[in-house]
C-alpha cells in the first residue's frame, strides 16, 4: 500500500495525492499517512485508489494488471473484449462465476447481442426500453452520473497559454446564465429524453452529504426567464424572437460529443426550450479532441458525477481553471475560493460538508443557478441494464458518472437463479 501511494504521488496521474507528504507501514494491516496540510477529501482517495503489488509493478502495467480484487486479469483484446477469472486468493467473499467476460461494443452492438441471447448483461440507452428482449428484464440503477451544460463565465478575447479561445460575450452576461437556468424545464427532458429514467439536476452534487438542497429552482419558468433577460438589458427590438444588448444577439453554439446520443438528444430538446425566452442555441456534435480546443469559449454539454466532493472542487474552483476539463468557464468567485479551501483544510466532516454547500450558496453568494450560475444542470441519469432472467445481480449501489462496468462493483454478491 505504501508503494501505492508513493508512485501516484511522484507519477502525477489522474488521483491527485500532491497532499501526501508520507505514507508509512506501522505493520502487516496499518499504514501512516502524513499530509502536506489537513485534506478532507483525503479519505475518499482512500476509499477510491486501488492497491498495487510492488513485485508486479512495471512499465507494462497497464496492460498486464495485478490487483487484489475477487477477478485476476487474464486477457485483455482492445476494443474487443476482457477476460478475467476468478481470484483464488481474494481476501472477500468468492464469486460464483469462475470465468467473466466483458465485451466492448458500440450501443446498437450491444443491443443486437442481448436480442441474440449471446450476453447475460447488457447497457442500453432509454431510447431501447421500450422493445422486449426474450429471457432478459430492465434493470434501472440509481446514479448520480448528470449532465449540465457549462457555460462560459467571462468575456471573450483572451486565450489559455495553447492559443485555444476563452470567454463568451452573450453566456458571460449573468442575466443570460440565470435565464437559461429557469428557462429550462427539466422534467420534460427527463420524461422525453430519459423516458422516466432519471431525474432533474439543480447541481452536480443533488441528494449528497455535501448537496445543497436550497439551491433547487422553480424551472420550466418561461415568463420568470423573460423578465430576468428583460431586467438584464435584454430585449427583442427587432422581432426576430432573439433578445439582444448593446448590439449583440442572444445567440450561442452548445457542442457536444458526437458518439453520445443521449446528450444530442438533450442539447437539440434545449434549443426549443430556449428559443421560447428568446435565446438562440446553436447545437454541433464533435469530437473530444475538437471540444477541448473550444470548450473556453463555447457552452458544452459535459457528464459528471462522483461520491467525492472533491468534483465540485475541480469544476468551480478559480485555481483549476483550463487545467483539463476542470473549470472549464473559467469561473472565479473569491468567497466560493475561501469556502472550498476552508471545506478542505478542516478535519471536521460535518463541518466540510456545511462548507461545500455555502459555496452552492450562502444566502448572498454561490456557484449555483440562485448565484453565479456558471453551469446549468439538466438531468440526473439512471443507469439502464437489460440483465438475464436467470441472473441475480444482488442489490445494486448507487453508481457514479464514468466508464467501464460500475454495475459490476457487488459482482461476489451475483448468482446464477
Do not use: C
Amino acid at each position: 500500500m505504501v508503494f501505492t501511494y508513493e508512485t501516484a504521488a511522484k507519477s502525477g496521474s489522474v488521483v491527485d495525492l500532491g497532499v501526501l507528504a508520507s505514507a508509512k507501514a506501522i505493520d502487516e494491516y496499518t499504514v501512516e499517512f502524513k499530509l502536506n496540510k489537513p485534506q478532507s477529501t483525503f479519505l475518499y482517495t482512500t476509499a477510491a485508489l486501488g492497491i498495487v503489488p510492488k513485485a508486479s509493478y512495471g512499465s507494462d502495467y497497464a496492460q498486464n494488471p495485478v490487483g487484489s480484487g475477487p477477478f485476476k486479469f487474464v486477457q485483455w483484446d482492445k476494443g474487443q473484449q476482457l477476460i478475467v477469472e476468478a481470484n483464488s486468493y481474494y481476501y472477500g467473499s468468492k464469486p460464483e462465476f469462475n470465468k467473466v467476460t466483458f465485451l466492448y461494443l458500440s450501443g446498437e452492438a450491444t443491443y443486437a447481442a442481448a436480442k441474440a441471447g449471446q450476453v447475460d448483461m447488457a447497457s442500453i440507452v432509454p431510447s431501447l426500453t421500450s422493445q422486449e428482449v426474450t429471457g432478459m428484464t430492465i434493470k434501472s440503477v440509481d446514479s448520480v452520473d448528470n449532465r449540465g451544460i457549462a457555460l462560459p463565465y467571462l468575456k471573450s478575447g483572451t486565450t489559455t497559454a495553447a492559443g485555444y479561445p476563452i470567454g463568451n460575450d452573450v453566456t458571460s452576461d449573468l442575466a443570460i446564465r440565470k435565464a437559461i437556468n429557469y428557462g429550462i424545464d427539466r422534467q420534460k427532458l427527463v420524461d422525453g429524453v430519459l423516458l422516466g429514467y432519471g431525474s432533474e439536476a439543480y447541481s452536480v452534487s443533488d441528494g449528497l452529504p455535501w448537496g445543497n438542497p436550497d439551491t433547487t429552482i422553480t424551472d420550466g419558468d418561461v415568463e420568470g426567464a423573460k423578465k430576468i433577460l428583460a431586467d438584464g438589458g435584454w430585449v427583442d427590438s427587432d422581432g426576430d424572437g432573439i433578445v439582444e444588448k448593446d448590439g449583440v444577439k442572444a445567440e450561442f453554439t452548445l457542442l457536444y460529443p458526437s458518439s453520445d446520443k443521449v446528450r444530442q438528444s438533450l442539447a437539440i430538446s434545449v434549443i426549443d426550450m430556449l428559443s421560447a425566452i428568446g435565446i438562440k442555441v446553436n447545437v454541433e456534435g464533435k469530437s473530444w479532441d475538437e471540444i477541448y480546443k473550444l470548450m473556453h469559449a463555447n457552452a458544452v454539454l459535459f457528464g459528471w458525477g462522483s461520491h467525492d466532493p472533491i468534483e465540485m472542487y475541480n469544476i468551480y474552483y478559480s485555481g483549476n481553471a483550463g487545467i483539463e476539463t476542470n473549470d472549464p468557464t473559467f469561473y472565479k468567485n473569491e468567497q466560493v475560493d475561501a469556502y472550498m479551501n476552508q471545506a478542505l483544510a478542516t478535519t471536521d466532516e460535518a463541518a466540510a460538508n456545511e462548507l461545500w454547500k455555502k459555496a452552492q450558496w450562502d444566502g448572498q453568494t454561490g456557484f449555483s443557478s440562485l448565484g453565479d450560475a456558471p453551469w446549468a444542470w439538466l438531468v440526473n441519469l439512471d443507469h439502464i441494464y437489460l440483465v438475464s432472467d436467470d441472473l441475480d445481480i444482488g442489490q445494486s449501489r448507487t453508481e457514479p458518472h464514468g466508464h467501464g462496468w460500475p454495475i459490476t462493483a457487488n459482482i461476489t454478491e451475483w448468482r446464477r437463479k
